[in-house]
């Protein structure tokens, strides 16, 4: 697994030939997850190096059984994206103690993530498995957080005879980035470089709203408290 701290941003991917990165990171993010084989592991990698290829953003990978030793690093951050596998129709025990966890930490003291960004991610078995119920999960927690949700923005695929496996988003998810590991694979061989793909789709976006929420709010005029009427 990748581990870094917010302000590492020596594991970025190099830039295109002529490019300029920034010395001090725009916008910060966090990838918390958990993974029960690796596969989620996986997916969540793909997202943080999704999150790094864009300039400006530095991204902190946080397992969510560190999570609760790491609440400064979720603080600090402008964005977080949050992952887990599908189990029984919805995120895993472990990502749920986490999920409780923030209300006492961060919720009722102070709103501590309102209007952060949020995005969630996860992984089943199959190519279903009721990974909707699990993102729909994961939605409603960073609404209860007060953040504002990054959708997937992508088509779904693979749905027609030219269709194929290679296809970013080949499973056909709006809500978040959705894989399928087989479940005779390890994670060195699934989630598949398709879903993978779509992991890093997942983070550059997240990425690039991040810096947009940022600059704006670098922008934005103070509030005078006036109500404009026509």
Do not use: C
């Not at 993974?35 to 990698?45: N, V």
């Not at 977080?80 to 003291?109: N, Q």
Request: avoid cysteine; aromatic fraction near 6%.
């Amino acid at each position: 697994m990748v581990e870094a701290t917010l302000a590492d941003t020596a594991t970025r991917p190099a830039r295109p030939e002529g490019a300029v990165a920034s010395s001090t990171p725009l916008a910060r993010a966090a990838v918390v997850y958990h993974s029960g084989h690796g596969h989620t592991g996986r997916l969540a990698e793909a997202v943080h190096r999704g999150v790094t290829a864009v300039d400006g953003v530095a991204a902190v990978l946080i397992p969510v059984e560190e999570a609760q030793e790491r609440w400064s690093d979720l603080a600090e951050a402008d964005a977080i994206i949050f992952g887990s596998p599908t189990y029984v129709a919805g995120v895993s025990a472990a990502f749920k103690a986490f999920e409780e966890a923030s209300s006492r930490a961060v919720m009722t003291d102070g709103m501590g993530w309102k209007d952060k960004i949020a995005a969630g991610f996860t992984n089943s078995g199959s190519r279903s498995g009721d990974k909707l119920s699990t993102l729909i999960q994961i939605a409603l927690f960073a609404a209860q957080h007060g953040m504002h949700w990054v959708s997937l923005a992508l088509p779904p695929a693979n749905n027609s005879t030219t269709g194929s496996e290679d296809e970013l988003n080949r499973l056909g998810f709006w809500l978040g980035a959705a894989s399928q590991s087989n479940v005779d694979q390890g994670p060195d061989l699934a989630p598949p470089d398709a879903d993978l793909r779509t992991g890093e789709h997942l983070g550059r976006r997240v990425a690039e709203t991040t810096l947009q929420f940022v600059s704006g709010r670098r922008v934005a005029p103070a509030r005078t408290g006036t109500l404009l009427t026509s």
